[in-house]
């Protein structure tokens, strides 16, 4: 059964500092996604990976993919308060082909402090 | 605009009150989803299609029905609500099968639903 698991699923941070969320899938897949959500609000696709060693980045957020240890990092950097939302991973279920029927994770609730 | 929009984007309704929310979509999509988000549980894969006429069940599909009629449109049918499908639930879809780059899905509104 393919599992997703991200951790934490809580993060409090300072304006400023430096974090990781990590993203854990339980099979093959080659292809992940990152995805935000305001609070009340629908999600946004933030990042698409689709091979081993894919990184991304966008402003202070930087995402990367290691397909064989089956784990994406979002790397955020010198975090601002604009950065608070709930980010979630997700994995296409199909492996070789993508269905875009994808597989998420729990969600990462980030709350940036002043 | 392409997008996906859901309708009625809230709902309040009663115990055994059959109830559809509709989804449809603009960017002749192959592969639509629903979901339902509840604190503590992320989103969860209620029904799905690859096509028209196509279905399955997601990994919650109890008390839920679908169809898929036409390409644009996946309603989501209640036919007996009850207080354990209060949730917030979102329609989204993408280019399905076959895709060799990005596929990402692409989400609706959402639409909170409260049974009593």
């Known amino acids: 059964e393919l599992k997703v698991e991200q951790n934490p699923l809580f993060l409090s941070m300072q304006e400023g500092k430096n974090y990781t969320i990590y993203c854990n899938y339980s099979?093959?897949?080659?292809?992940l996604y990152w995805y935000r959500q305001d609070p009340g609000k629908s999600l946004e696709s933030l990042f698409v990976?689709?091979?081993?060693?894919a990184v991304k980045q966008e402003g202070r957020l930087m995402a990367s993919l290691d397909t064989k240890a089956r784990l994406s990092t979002l790397h955020i950097t010198a975090a601002v308060h604009d950065l608070s939302a709930t980010y979630f991973c997700?994995?296409?279920?199909?492996?070789?082909?993508?269905?875009?029927?994808?597989?998420f994770g729990k969600g990462t609730k980030l709350s940036v402090k002043p | 605009e392409a997008q996906v929009t859901q309708n009625p984007r809230y709902l309040i309704t009663v115990t055994g009150k059959k109830l559809t929310v509709t989804c449809s979509q603009n960017?002749?999509?192959?592969?639509m989803s629903w979901y339902r988000q509840d604190p503590g549980l992320g989103l969860r894969q209620i029904y799905y299609s690859m096509n028209v006429e196509v279905t399955d069940k997601g990994d919650v599909p109890e008390g839920y029905k679908v169809s898929r009629k036409e390409k644009r449109n996946f309603p989501l049918i209640l036919e007996s609500p009850s207080p354990n499908q209060t949730s917030l639930y979102f329609c989204?879809?993408?280019w399905g099968q076959g895709i060799i780059g990005y596929n990402e899905q692409f989400f609706g509104p959402g639409t909170r639903l409260t049974v009593l």
């Open positions: 099979t093959t897949s080659d292809r």
């Open positions: 989204a879809s993408s």
């Open positions: 990976l689709l091979s081993n060693g």
């Open positions: 997700a994995v296409d279920r199909a492996y070789g082909g993508s269905q875009g029927n994808l597989i």
């Open positions: 960017m002749n999509h192959e592969y």
